[in-house]
């Protein structure tokens, strides 16, 4: 008879499927990173973009915060803009000013040239998920894939570069509708088959990010962007049905009687909702698992403030079944990483 443990047991996925569990699970948003001596020490010797193309040096990031903090969950470390470089856009990384896309799509002509995403494409990522579920069964610690959602990648792909409040592919939707209805496809289909992709190299639940949804108006998101994710997460189901779908978008409390019928398992909150009504306006535990929502500001805060948050978080779930503990967004990188620590620990004795 097998002593391995059975990897459906995590507390993580057994939350994610709304099963009881004894406490809330936890893990954190930009998790592995910047704030941990250990990634710096990295860093000094290897871009990013080393780190995510070496399969190795990704599964060693990933483990970091796991060895240290003792989290719920692994999520694997790579980003969400090497996929637009794999159709087509030459992508950097320049320090100071963060990722540059040096062609980025200008036209309906540009759109249309974006090569399809291949099954088994972004080959160091799958290869960095299969080394760490190795790294990670001993403690039968679950391992998170991701990607950038359609509407984020488009973003990028058409600002190229980082913005406040993205105003060119807003005007882009508008001035280009068809070009810009036919970019979301076919970025939604290339997310679709990555995901799908990380699945097969093990990844045991996968997160959509789409840290710009918020900045479209509720129309816009409902009639140019959500047919795209319900058809993403309706074929993951397809080709994995038993595997969570996380989505989870920022700002996005206008967006919410949308959101709630995409299809996701869980929904992730951020700080500027409470969890108790983003619960409920999203459907409720009887419909859905939430994720969320410590403002990670408090992060940066006095101790005794950080765990009065946690606690803050904790009570509005209320013990209900499906509540994954998390940050509203990623860790800052000026974190101490003796209150995360802190964080995790005091979580996961709140039982």
């Known amino acids: 008879m097998s002593t391995e443990p059975d990897p459906n047991s995590a507390r993580f996925l057994k939350a994610c499927r709304r099963e009881e569990v004894d406490r809330a699970p936890i893990w954190l948003m930009r998790q592995a990173g910047r704030y941990m001596a250990e990634y710096r020490a990295l860093r000094a010797e290897h871009t990013i ?16 915060p796991i060895r240290a903090f003792g989290l719920d969950a692994a ?23 963060g990722p540059v896309i040096h062609n980025p799509v200008q036209s309906a002509a540009d759109a249309a040239a974006l090569r399809q995403l291949e099954p088994g494409s972004l080959p160091y990522t799958l290869d960095a998920i299969r080394l760490s579920r190795k790294a990670l ?19 990028y792909a058409i600002e190229g570069h980082g913005s406040k409040d993205f105003l060119g592919p807003r005007r882009f939707m508008h001035a280009e509708p068809a070009a810009f ?9 290339a997310v679709q088959q990555y995901l799908i992709d990380q699945i097969a190299a093990g990844a045991q639940a996968v997160q959509i990010f789409d840290s710009w949804g918020g900045i479209l108006s509720p129309l816009d998101y409902a009639q140019r962007i959500a047919p795209v994710l319900r058809s993403i997460i309706a074929g993951i189901r397809s080709s994995a049905p ?7 978008a920022t700002g996005a409390a ?5 959101i709630r019928n995409l299809g996701a398992d869980v929904l992730g909150l951020d700080w500027r909702v409470e969890l108790d009504e983003g ?16 403002d990670p500001a408090l992060l940066l805060a006095p101790r005794e403030q950080l765990l009065a948050g946690a606690d803050r978080v904790l009570h509005q ?3 209900r079944w499906g509540h994954i503990f998390n940050i509203g967004h990623g860790i800052n990188k000026e974190t101490d990483p003796d209150n995360v620590k802190a964080l995790v620990d005091h979580v996961q004795a709140a039982g």
């Open 242 to 248: 038993d595997i969570p779908i996380i989505y989870f």
């Open 279 to 294: 619960w409920d306006a999203l459907g409720g535990p009887e419909a859905v698992a939430i994720q969320g929502n410590l």
């Open 137 to 155: 069964a001993p403690s039968n610690t679950p391992l998170i894939g991701f990607s950038g959602a359609p509407w984020t990648l488009a973003c």
């Open 317 to 319: 779930a209320d013990g």
């Open 49 to 64: 973009l080393d780190l995510i193309h070496s399969p190795e040096l990704s599964c060693e990031v990933t483990m970091q």
């Open 181 to 189: 209805d036919a970019l979301i496809e076919h970025l939604g289909a």
């Open 75 to 97: 999520i694997i470390f790579a980003d969400i803009l090497p996929l637009l470089a794999e159709m087509g856009l030459d992508l950097e990384f320049v320090k100071g000013r």
């Open 254 to 258: 206008s967006l919410f009687p949308t």
